[in-house]
């Protein structure tokens, strides 16, 4: 039997996480207004840490260029690292540090909108920070939402973590250049996704060797 005191403890908790909910959704819908009235794209990439997001987002700055403006925010616990690596590839990006959090919010991408996100770029993709868990609770106005799975992981992701890949719009499979080298099963891996996301487009790719990127680019594109 639960006492008194935990009791109140736990409604008081229980209350104080759903005001954190309300008031992100609420802020990610002000966020997806000044998206939609400036005319820009947004997806948010979520995956677990080291598979493969800035990599892509290098890779994707040359694809890109051609057909419009991208800017980049680019979500880290801590350090500057991957936001100076998009910028050496010649992306515009801007680093956000979430310090102990292990995702980002509303509130930071909103921050961001009328300064560094200037409201003339046809798209913004948002790297969110490395984890499979709490990305998947926090709208941030987005668009469009993508998950990667990079093989190296293991097929039964999807199975552990099924509000991130439940959600999303797109799953890239990365790091396809590795296949020859793992025991990784790609029917399984396909098997896995669709129990959790039967409408989500997939494509595999390899931001490494190029291939798959053809898919990608033409997804952003329609998009
Ligand atoms: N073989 C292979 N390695 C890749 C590929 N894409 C990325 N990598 C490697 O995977 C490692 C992690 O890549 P990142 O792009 O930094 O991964 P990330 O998802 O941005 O990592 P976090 O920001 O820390 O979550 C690096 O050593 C990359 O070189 C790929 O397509 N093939
Ligand atoms: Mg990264």
């Given at each position: 039997?639960?006492c008194?005191?935990?009791?109140r403890?736990?409604?008081?908790?229980?209350?104080m996480?759903?005001?954190i909910?309300k008031?992100?959704s609420?802020?990610?819908?002000?966020n997806r207004l000044?998206?939609?009235?400036?005319?820009?794209?947004?997806?948010?990439?979520?995956?677990?840490?080291?598979s493969g997001?800035?990599t892509?987002?290098?890779?994707t700055?040359?694809?890109?260029?051609?057909?419009?403006?991208?800017?980049i925010?680019?979500?880290d616990?801590?350090?500057?690292i991957?936001?100076?690596r998009?910028r050496?590839?010649g992306?515009?990006?801007?680093?956000?540090?979430?310090?102990?959090?292990?995702?980002l919010?509303?509130?930071?991408?909103?921050r961001?909108?009328?300064n560094?996100?200037?409201?003339?770029?046809?798209?913004l993709?948002?790297e969110?920070?490395g984890n499979?868990v709490?990305p998947a609770?926090?709208d941030?106005g987005?668009?469009?939402?993508v998950?990667?799975?990079?093989?190296?992981e293991?097929?039964d992701k999807p199975?552990?973590?099924p509000a991130l890949f439940h959600q999303?719009?797109l799953?890239?499979?990365?790091?396809?250049d590795l296949?020859?080298?793992?025991?990784w099963n790609?029917?399984?891996a396909?098997e896995?996704l669709?129990?959790?996301?039967?409408?989500?487009h997939?494509?595999m790719l390899?931001?490494?060797?190029?291939?798959g990127?053809?898919?990608w680019?033409d997804?952003l594109k329609?998009?």
């Amino acid at each position: 039997m639960m006492c008194d005191e935990c009791g109140r403890h736990e409604t008081k908790i229980l209350s104080m996480e759903r005001n954190i909910f309300k008031k992100n959704s609420d802020l990610a819908e002000q966020n997806r207004l000044w998206f939609k009235a400036h005319g820009i794209r947004t997806i948010n990439m979520m995956s677990s840490p080291g598979s493969g997001k800035t990599t892509l987002l290098e890779k994707t700055t040359r694809a890109i260029q051609p057909f419009g403006k991208m800017s980049i925010l680019v979500g880290d616990v801590q350090t500057e690292i991957d936001a100076d690596r998009l910028r050496n590839a010649g992306a515009k990006a801007q680093q956000i540090n979430t310090w102990n959090g292990c995702h980002l919010d509303a509130a930071m991408i909103a921050r961001q909108l009328g300064n560094f996100v200037t409201g003339e770029e046809d798209l913004l993709m948002i790297e969110n920070v490395g984890n499979l868990v709490c990305p998947a609770a926090f709208d941030l106005g987005e668009q469009y939402k993508v998950a990667l799975l990079s093989i190296t992981e293991g097929e039964d992701k999807p199975l552990k973590y099924p509000a991130l890949f439940h959600q999303v719009d797109l799953i890239l499979i990365t790091k396809i250049d590795l296949e020859p080298f793992l025991s990784w099963n790609r029917e399984k891996a396909l098997e896995s996704l669709r129990r959790i996301n039967h409408k989500a487009h997939v494509i595999m790719l390899s931001a490494l060797s190029g291939m798959g990127m053809e898919a990608w680019v033409d997804w952003l594109k329609e998009k």
